[in-house]
């Protein structure tokens, strides 16, 4: 059964670092396409991130420059690291495993999600 | 503002059908690109319900239909349950956001 365990939210001030993570199980991150997805609170979805197998990388423009998708193959695990956090990245954050190039993409599994609250 | 519409409420009773709209433009759905569908039930993750416009992931009812034309697309669900009850997505891509953009999303309610 495919499984995507998220881990890292919590609390941060304006300004802050947090680094979240996301460990499937079913499948290996290497050879698949990953994305973070968002949702504010009350709100609806917004795409944050995606990566390719081959490691090519696409940010929205929200959060272009602050924010960077990596993976560590040997833990089988996604990163989405967050730099100069902002009241507005207060959200859930989901991870995803995405199909097909990025025009194409979509997304038929996703982790139980994480609260991401920046505030003072 | 989403880059995709759609209606914030729908409903209808059991046993009717719904439809759910997704109105795009010239750079996204218009364009080509496909649309993708998922339902959230409340507190829960999101669920892959269509993908590629019309394509039924395995386990999702025949029930619920998918299509598109021109800028738009559709998320068509029969014979309507209480368990449908629950905010609906749609998604596509867009060029000149260089980017994987949402709808604003739509909340279903059973009657």
């Known amino acids: 059964e495919v499984q995507l365990v998220e881990s890292g939210g919590g609390l941060v001030q304006p300004g802050g670092s947090l680094r979240l993570s996301c460990a499937p199980s079913?499948?290996?991150?290497?050879?698949?396409?990953m994305s973070w997805v968002r949702q504010a609170p009350g709100k609806g979805l917004e795409w944050v991130s995606l990566?390719?197998?081959?490691?090519?990388?696409y940010y929205a423009d929200s959060v272009k420059g602050r924010f960077t998708i990596s993976r560590d193959n040997s833990k089988n695990t996604l990163y989405l690291q967050m730099k100069s956090l902002r009241a507005e990245d207060t959200a859930v954050y989901y991870c995803?495993?995405?199909?097909?190039?990025?025009?194409?993409?979509?997304?038929?599994?996703w982790g139980q999600g994480m609260l991401v609250t920046v505030s003072s | 503002q989403s880059v995709l519409t759609q209606p914030p409420s729908v409903s209808g009773a059991p046993g009717q059908r719904v439809t759910i709209s997704c109105t795009g433009s010239?750079?996204?759905?218009?364009?080509?690109?496909?649309v993708h569908w998922y339902q959230q039930l409340p507190g829960t993750a999101p669920k892959l319900l269509m993908y590629?416009?019309?394509n039924r992931p395995s386990g999702v009812p025949d029930r619920i239909s998918g299509s598109k034309s021109g800028t738009s697309a559709s998320l068509a669900i029969t014979g309507l349950q209480a368990e449908d009850e629950a905010d609906y997505y749609c998604?596509?891509?867009?060029?000149?956001?260089?980017?994987?953009?949402f709808g604003g999303g739509t909340k279903l309610t059973v009657l």
């Open positions: 995803a495993r995405s199909r097909g190039l990025i025009a194409a993409a979509y997304f038929d599994y």
């Open positions: 079913g499948f290996t991150v290497s050879s698949n396409y």
């Open positions: 990566i390719y197998s081959g490691g090519s990388t």
């Open positions: 010239s750079s996204n759905i218009g364009a080509g690109y496909d």
């Open positions: 590629g416009n019309s």
């Open positions: 998604q596509s891509y867009d060029s000149s956001l260089s980017g994987v953009v």
